[in-house]
């Protein structure tokens, strides 16, 4: 039986872009709360756009549009803080501090045992996306929190240090399982890319649910994360860039037939299938991976390019790179940051099974082995 059967656009939407914006430096300061509609972004661009007159907004900027045109505005009404002003959001986030409340010469180290111990995150949270980072840390500082971890993979078949990854290192905290893990897939190569080894570095902090990839085994499969996700509200980390060709695992077509409508060839129109084929013959899927939604409400799948895995079968791709989508009620709530999910627990001490152990719902597990976390 089928999880999900029609296919699930993906959540990015494209915009079609004008050919003039404002600039950052054009932005008003707005004098009370005047009626018209705001907008904020979260991630990616948002476009206003009126009678010729566009307003690119980036992540955390504001815009505002009424009868007489569009414009960007310096500081937001506070009312525009939803949902991170709620206390819904506030009572699951943890307490925070800044860089410079460190006190010990191993601030890296610091930054890790206050998050494991507190547990309390580094804020401001920066936007790696577009190059901001936490701080810079030495080589040696970094590397004590080496481990065979990882909570994505990068695709093969690109350089890694293509030009559009920012030029920073992320260092991804998991609370829940007590694991410091570095991106062992660009450390040496941002290394070597900037000739130092004072290196940029920008903490991601989960939240207790959240675990790397790594934590189900190497051999992971769609059906045992489903049920991690389902029965235990278990997530895996977000890959960084999936639209750089970052995944979480290679499922097999057999796999995706087992919980997708994944059409017959012969169903596929030639247009689309020509078109889908100039693509994989070009790109492969370097600039995107398949994409799966996890929900926790329906405890339903979906998938966004059925059609595409066909054709990418027929070509003779045997494993298709896929990255995981989870949307659980409080997703909005955790745009505002780290913390503990409103009706999730903590998936620490003897709740944690071993990485790469299947549990059934309602059953005791063990602690994880020593090896199963990283030195912090």
Same mark, same amino acid.
Request: proline fraction near 7%; charge should be negative.
């Given at each position: 039986m089928k999880v999900l059967t029609r296919a699930m656009l993906p959540t990015l939407i494209a915009s079609v872009l004008a050919t003039s914006a404002w600039a950052q430096e054009d932005c008003v300061e707005l004098e009370g709360t005047p009626p018209g509609m705001y907008t904020t972004t979260d991630e990616g661009r948002t476009y206003l756009s009126k009678d010729g007159d566009v307003v690119e907004l980036g992540p955390g900027e504001a815009g505002f549009a009424d009868e007489d045109g569009v414009k960007c505005i310096q500081k937001p009404p506070e009312f525009l803080d939803w949902p991170c002003s709620t206390d819904a959001a506030q009572s699951r986030m943890f307490n925070t501090y800044a860089l410079e409340d460190l006190e010990t010469d191993n601030k890296m180290k610091e930054v890790v045992e206050r998050y494991f111990q507190v547990p309390e995150v580094l804020a401001p949270f920066p936007?790696?996306?577009?190059?901001?980072?936490? +701080?810079?840390?030495?080589?040696?500082?970094?590397?004590?929190? +080496?481990?065979?971890?990882?909570?994505?993979?990068?695709?093969?078949?690109? @350089?890694? %240090?293509s030009d559009k990854r920012p030029r920073s290192l992320l260092v991804a905290l998991f609370v829940g399982t007590n694991q410091a893990v570095v991106?062992?897939? %660009?450390?040496?190569?941002?290394?070597?890319e900037l000739?130092?080894?004072?290196i940029p570095i920008?903490?991601?902090f989960n939240d207790t649910n959240v675990v790397p990839i790594s934590f189900f085994g190497s051999n992971v499969s769609l059906e045992e994360v489903s049920k991690a996700f389902n029965e235990r509200r278990i997530k895996a980390a977000e890959v960084p860039m999936w639209w750089k060709g970052?995944?979480?695992? %290679? @499922?097999?077509?057999?796999?995706?037939?087992?919980?997708?409508?994944?059409?017959?060839?012969?169903?596929?129109? !030639?247009?689309?299938? !020509?078109?889908?084929? !100039?693509?994989?013959? !070009?790109?492969g899927f370097t600039r995107k991976p398949i994409l799966v939604t996890m929900f926790a409400e329906s405890g339903s799948m979906a998938i966004d390019q059925p059609e595409r895995v066909r054709v990418a079968v027929s070509m003779g791709i045997t494993d298709i790179p896929t990255a995981l989508v989870f949307i659980e009620p409080d997703v909005l709530l955790a745009r505002c940051g780290p913390g503990t999910p409103a009706g999730s627990s903590s998936v620490t001490g003897t709740s944690t099974p071993i990485g790469g152990a299947t549990v059934p719902p309602g059953v005791a597990s063990p602690p994880p082995a020593e090896d199963a976390a990283s030195d912090s």
């Open positions: 936007n790696w996306i577009d190059g901001e980072y936490n +701080s810079v840390f030495n080589y040696n500082d970094i590397i004590q929190f +080496s481990s065979p971890a990882y909570w994505y993979h990068v695709n093969p078949d690109q @350089p890694v %240090m991106d062992s897939n %660009m450390i040496d190569a941002l290394r070597e000739g130092t080894d004072e920008t903490f991601v970052d995944f979480h695992l %290679m @499922p097999t077509v057999a796999e995706f037939e087992q919980f997708f409508e994944i059409p017959p060839l012969e169903e596929i129109s !030639a247009d689309n299938q !020509a078109s889908l084929k !100039a693509d994989l013959e !070009a790109h």
